[in-house]
């Protein structure tokens, strides 16, 4: 098979968790109700992606929006028999899920081991416990340490979910917390900015003044810091920022919340990169002509969203004209930066 993964989402919301988080409304996220689906439901969600997608270099299943391991031992054998009759014609290839970190106990991880388990992605949110009592997350950072430990004790990939701007938290504190993380070596990593949503503690808070979130810019300056020292540190960073449809878009009450959030991050990225090696050209003394060359694909991210890239330039550097010319011979990710007078 060729092309990118498939991952099958299968959503639980709320299922298994044993109470609901200051800041969580799963309901509205996924937009499914709160309710295990039957073995039918997850075979009629896997066939209809597999009819739609061309072929792919592997294809999981994920259960996501609950608590995996928090369930009924039962529940979790029946979603993962569920898949099982696609796994055996080779359909799906592995099965993913998420949970909370004090769910992964020796006793779960010996259920589910014998699985073809590929992913077990722990919601952390933070490495900080006074942040993690203030927002009801219900576990500590020893718990997050222990399940990492267990999940590598038995051969599992272990991904964590970070959460940007919880109630009690700091800017600095998040990227301590993508820090310690990062030296635990976790496959994958999500970094999610806080939104305010409807019927949650965190709304409440929003409502009668004790919470601020972040705004977009910080929320897009502190994801862009958390991605590099976690894309540094070797795990990759499958997503940032949380997917809202435009249905869902009024259950949001505030926060900084973006279509393109993801696309954002990587121009302010691209951006900084830019600056520092029109910086190490030197400084002009005179009218300068300086050609941008990028890869074709990364062309909208050098630019900016609304070419906001090319303008923030212009303005640190007034001196110097700038032009953008998409090349193939350069390397994806990279730019190529040439000043000469005009």
């Known amino acids: 098979?060729?092309?990118?993964?498939?991952?099958?989402?299968?959503?639980?919301?709320?299922?298994?968790?044993?109470?609901?988080?200051?800041?969580?409304?799963?309901?509205?996220?996924?937009?499914?109700?709160?309710?295990i689906p039957d073995a039918g439901r997850v075979a009629e969600i896997i066939q209809t992606y597999l009819a739609c997608s061309?072929?792919?270099?592997?294809?999981?299943?994920?259960?996501?929006?609950?608590?995996?391991?928090?369930?009924?031992?039962?529940?979790?054998?029946?979603?993962?028999?569920?898949v099982q009759p696609f796994l055996d014609s080779g359909a799906v290839h592995g099965i993913r899920f998420s949970t909370r970190p004090d769910t992964v106990t020796k006793t779960r991880v010996e259920q589910i081991a014998h699985y073809p388990i590929r992913l077990v992605e722990l919601g952390v949110q933070s490495m900080d416990d006074r942040v993690l009592a203030r927002v009801k997350r219900g576990h500590t950072?020893?718990?997050?340490?222990?399940?990492?430990?267990?999940?590598?004790?038995?051969?599992?990939?272990?991904?964590?979910?970070?959460?940007?701007g919880l109630p009690g938290d700091t800017l600095d504190g998040v990227i301590q917390t993508s820090q310690i993380l990062a030296k635990m070596h976790p496959l994958t990593a999500r970094i999610y900015p806080a939104l305010v949503l409807k019927n949650t503690l965190m709304a409440r808070w929003?409502?009668?003044g004790t919470y601020q979130p972040l705004t977009l810019d910080q929320a897009?300056?502190?994801?862009?810091?958390?991605?590099?020292?976690?894309?540094?540190?070797?795990?990759?960073?499958?997503?940032?920022?949380?997917?809202?449809?435009?249905?869902?878009m009024a259950s949001v009450l505030a926060g900084p919340c973006h279509p393109a959030f993801g696309h954002l991050v990587h121009?302010?990225?691209?951006?900084?990169?830019?600056?520092?090696?029109?910086?190490?050209?030197?400084?002009?003394?005179?009218?300068?002509?300086?050609r941008l060359r990028v890869h074709p694909s990364g062309e909208s991210r050098l630019r900016g969203h609304r070419n906001g890239n090319l303008l923030r330039l212009k303005n640190r550097f007034p001196k110097i004209d700038f032009c953008v010319?998409?090349?193939?011979?350069?390397?994806?990710?990279?730019?190529?930066?040439v000043k000469f007078p005009v």
């Not at 951006?271 to 009218?287: D, E, F, N």
């Open 267 to 290: 121009a302010r990225m691209m951006y900084q990169t830019m600056v520092q090696k029109i910086q190490a050209l030197g400084s002009a003394q005179g009218s300068e002509m300086i």
């Open 220 to 248: 897009v300056a502190v994801t862009s810091r958390a991605y590099r020292i976690f894309t540094q540190a070797g795990v990759t960073v499958i997503r940032m920022g949380v997917q809202v449809s435009g249905s869902e």
């Open 54 to 82: 061309m072929p792919r270099s592997r294809v999981e299943v994920a259960f996501f929006g609950g608590n995996f391991l928090g369930l009924a031992p039962g529940r979790i054998t029946d979603l993962i028999k569920s």
């Open 1 to 35: 098979m060729t092309g990118s993964p498939l991952i099958i989402p299968v959503f639980i919301p709320h299922s298994g968790c044993p109470h609901q988080c200051a800041f969580c409304n799963q309901t509205v996220l996924t937009g499914e109700p709160s309710r």
């Open 141 to 164: 950072r020893e718990d997050t340490c222990r399940a990492m430990d267990l999940l590598r004790a038995f051969k599992i990939k272990a991904g964590v979910q970070i959460m940007a």
């Open 206 to 208: 929003y409502h009668n």
């Open 325 to 337: 010319q998409g090349d193939p011979a350069v390397g994806p990710g990279q730019i190529d930066i």
